[in-house]
């Protein structure tokens, strides 16, 4: 009997430049839709969306940003494509991993997430994405002890066998905590230059990393080796370019305000993030966004090396 319905993977559309580049041996680089269309104000995520693809390129690499258009999970977006995801009107929904199969299947549209990319790239056959910042395991809002928010993006590197390279995760989180959890799940976590385990606008949480790497040879020589033993993802936390770091008072202060907010306006789950990350951008008169801009930028650029040697 034929189904009415067809498989996911049927519905998994690779852009040309994408599908020639994995079936000639090219480094791919993954994008994720979310940070275009839920992280960063419209206009400026237009210009980040082109600047992250040229930065891929620039390295050698192919970029593939991943969204679901109409019940289509797009590999590596068309111009016109990445302007729907970006427009002031998109009014995208951001989906996690347990979104995916519904959005697909009822012929929905949205951005995906750290987890629902990486996923999709892996179907794809891509092994490599770059990002800004992961999600992790919330802190318990003002009022309450414990906390069932813990990311999907976790669960989904537990069992992706894709490298995801970011500038650790904001301090809204409780970063020993996610630590703990990716342990746990036994995703390792490797520091980019650093011995220090970064918070995204920081380059330093506080927390020392398992392993550190200098360079994309050694980045891409761990993600061979753990690929003999272990189906789980590689974190490669690679730090906000030195530059672009946050003022560490003023991020304390925005922090504080911002967890108030997200309180005092009811705000749960997938929309926390976002209000958060709004209130940073609008109260910092545009330094976090500054600084989120620069640290993508960065880790699409490392991301791209990386897939080179992966490559080679
Ligand atoms: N962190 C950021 N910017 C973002 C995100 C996280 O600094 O845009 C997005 C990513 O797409 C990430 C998702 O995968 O938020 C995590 O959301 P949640 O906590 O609802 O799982
Ligand atoms: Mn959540």
Same mark, same amino acid.
């Given at each position: 009997? !034929?189904?009415?319905?067809?498989?996911?993977?049927?519905?998994?559309?690779?852009?040309?430049?994408?599908?020639?580049?994995?079936?000639?041996?090219?480094?791919?680089?993954?994008?994720?839709?979310?940070?275009?269309?839920?992280?960063? =104000?419209?206009?400026?995520?237009?210009?980040?969306?082109?600047?992250?693809?040229?930065?891929? !390129?620039?390295?050698?690499?192919?970029?593939?940003?991943?969204?679901?258009?109409?019940?289509?999970?797009?590999?590596?977006? +068309?111009?016109?494509?990445?302007?729907?995801?970006?427009?002031?009107?998109?009014?995208?929904? %951001?989906?996690?991993?347990?979104?995916?199969?519904?959005?697909?299947?009822?012929?929905?549209?949205?951005?995906?997430?750290?987890?629902?990319?990486?996923?999709?790239?892996?179907?794809?056959?891509?092994?490599?994405?770059?990002?800004?910042?992961?999600?992790?395991?919330?802190?318990?809002?003002?009022?309450?002890?414990?906390?069932?928010?813990?990311?999907?993006?976790?669960?989904?590197?537990?069992?992706?066998?894709?490298?995801?390279?970011?500038?650790?995760? %904001?301090?809204?989180?409780?970063?020993?905590?996610?630590?703990?959890?990716?342990?746990?799940?036994?995703? =390792?976590?490797?520091?980019?230059?650093?011995?220090?385990?970064?918070?995204?606008?920081?380059?330093?949480?506080?927390?020392?990393?398992?392993? !550190?790497?200098?360079?994309?040879?050694?980045?891409?020589?761990?993600?061979?080796?753990? !690929?003999?033993?272990?189906?789980?993802?590689?974190?490669?936390?690679?730090?906000?370019?030195?530059?672009?770091?946050?003022?560490?008072?003023?991020?304390?202060?925005?922090?504080?305000?911002?967890?108030?907010?997200?309180?005092?306006?009811?705000?749960?789950?997938?929309?926390?993030?976002?209000?958060?990350?709004?209130?940073?951008?609008?109260? +910092?008169?545009?330094?976090?966004?500054?600084?989120?801009?620069?640290?993508?930028?960065?880790?699409?650029?490392?991301?791209?090396?990386?897939?080179?040697?992966?490559? +080679?």
């Amino acid at each position: 009997m !034929r189904s009415v319905i067809s498989p996911a993977s049927h519905r998994l559309a690779m852009s040309a430049e994408v599908a020639d580049a994995l079936a000639d041996g090219v480094a791919v680089v993954a994008l994720e839709s979310t940070i275009l269309s839920h992280g960063l =104000p419209p206009g400026r995520n237009l210009d980040v969306g082109h600047r992250l693809e040229r930065t891929v !390129r620039e390295g050698g690499a192919v970029p593939a940003t991943i969204a679901v258009l109409d019940g289509q999970a797009l590999i590596g977006l +068309s111009r016109a494509q990445l302007e729907r995801v970006c427009a002031p009107d998109a009014d995208l929904d %951001k989906l996690s991993l347990r979104d995916l199969g519904a959005t697909m299947a009822l012929g929905g549209s949205g951005a995906t997430t750290v987890a629902s990319t990486a996923s999709l790239a892996h179907a794809a056959g891509i092994g490599v994405f770059g990002t800004g910042g992961l999600g992790g395991v919330h802190l318990p809002l003002p009022g309450t002890t414990t906390t069932w928010d813990v990311s999907a993006d976790l669960g989904a590197l537990a069992r992706t066998p894709v490298l995801v390279v970011c500038s650790g995760m %904001k301090s809204i989180l409780d970063i020993p905590a996610t630590l703990e959890v990716l342990e746990t799940n036994s995703v =390792p976590v490797l520091g980019y230059g650093t011995d220090d385990f970064p918070s995204f606008y920081l380059r330093s949480s506080g927390l020392p990393v398992p392993h !550190r790497v200098d360079d994309p040879a050694q980045v891409a020589a761990v993600v061979s080796a753990h !690929r003999r033993f272990a189906d789980s993802g590689v974190l490669l936390a690679n730090p906000v370019p030195r530059e672009f770091e946050m003022d560490r008072a003023l991020h304390d202060r925005l922090l504080a305000e911002g967890m108030e907010l997200v309180a005092s306006r009811d705000v749960h789950g997938a929309d926390v993030t976002p209000v958060l990350l709004e209130h940073f951008h609008t109260a +910092s008169g545009g330094v976090s966004l500054d600084a989120n801009e620069e640290l993508v930028v960065s880790n699409v650029r490392l991301a791209a090396q990386v897939a080179v040697e992966l490559a +080679s």
